[in-house]
């Protein structure tokens, strides 16, 4: 009987060992997981501006997309950030104005240049181009599968209707467009310095406008009065350049421009010995 009683506690004890077993209650070891790799964007590749040899030849469409903002009508709201605020529903943007993505606004650097763009896309397009300046930088930079992005004003984009067939385009949503950089031509008009509110004898700062041909800078000097070499600017933001050096600037200015082309332009004293802050100034040149 005590050997029968024994073997049987033996078996309940090899049966209680199984449930528990350094094995059974050792923590579980999970798989390594495998990285997900995140799912290939719409991300495109960045270009700078086109070269002006290249930019101004017949032919040469590039793809992009094309919205509006601001009023049906309207020249896309005052400000931007090139820095011409009203200026852009005046002549002679006269409200031809559109927000540039990155490969366009350049970090300002593309503020001025003008481009036709057309569509056919929509069955309100007329397919012929209209010409634009870059005035902003578009806030929604680019949709999905877009090299470029043109936030363009009302007026611009309804520009490119079918007669009668404007707010038809506006309510097109993103329209596909075909576009290529052209020479800016403001007839009569010549180069306008308004000088920043914040300017004072240390420090000079002047919004740039209506470059004809290339339309945008890459370079601006500044030689003061009695001067015998120039002194390089910094571009502030936008259109607008900035020389603090340090010392008194002595007046009247000339200001040397050099186009994103390489041209060069000379405004002899255009800023006079008493210029004040937040004073305009024109030109009597420009580019030819």
């Known amino acids: ?42 991300k495109t590749t960045a270009f700078t501006n086109p070269a002006a040899s290249a930019a101004y030849s017949s032919g040469g469409w590039l793809a992009a997309g094309a919205t509006y903002y601001g009023n049906p009508n309207g020249d896309g709201g005052e400000g931007g950030a090139c820095g011409y605020q009203g200026a852009v529903g005046q002549r002679p943007f006269s409200s031809m104005i559109a927000a540039g993505s990155t490969p366009l606004f350049l970090k300002g650097l593309g503020c001025g240049a003008c481009y036709d763009v057309m569509c056919s896309s929509n069955k309100a397009c007329s397919g012929k181009p209209v010409t634009v300046v870059i005035t902003d930088l ?28 404007a707010d038809q385009l506006r309510a097109g949503g993103v329209i596909r467009v075909q576009y290529k950089r052209v020479p800016c031509k403001y007839p009569g008009v010549k180069i306008t310095f ?31 009065a009695g001067a015998t070499s120039w002194t390089p600017m910094r571009q502030d933001w936008g259109a607008l350049w900035r020389l ?7 007046g009247p200015f000339s200001l040397r421009l050099t186009s994103d082309s390489g041209r060069k332009l000379i405004a002899k004293n255009v ?16 580019y030819p």
């Open 1 to 42: 009987m005590a050997k029968t009683c024994t073997l049987a506690l033996l078996g309940a004890l090899v049966v209680l060992s199984l449930f528990v077993s350094p094995i059974a209650c050792s923590p579980r070891k999970l798989a390594a997981k495998t990285p997900v790799k995140a799912a290939p964007t719409n």
């Open 138 to 165: 578009s806030p929604g930079n680019l949709y999905p599968g877009e090299p470029a992005h043109f936030d363009m004003s009302g007026t611009a984009l309804g520009a490119m209707a079918k007669p009668g067939k």
């Open 194 to 224: 308004r000088v920043d509110q914040g300017s004072n004898p240390f420090y000079f700062k002047t919004l740039i406008e209506f470059e004809d041909d290339d339309g945008d800078l890459k370079a601006v000097a500044l030689k003061q």
């Open 244 to 250: 603090n050096n340090g010392q008194r600037l002595r």
């Open 271 to 286: 800023i006079p010995a008493n210029w004040k802050a937040g004073a305009t100034y024109r030109s009597l040149v420009n």
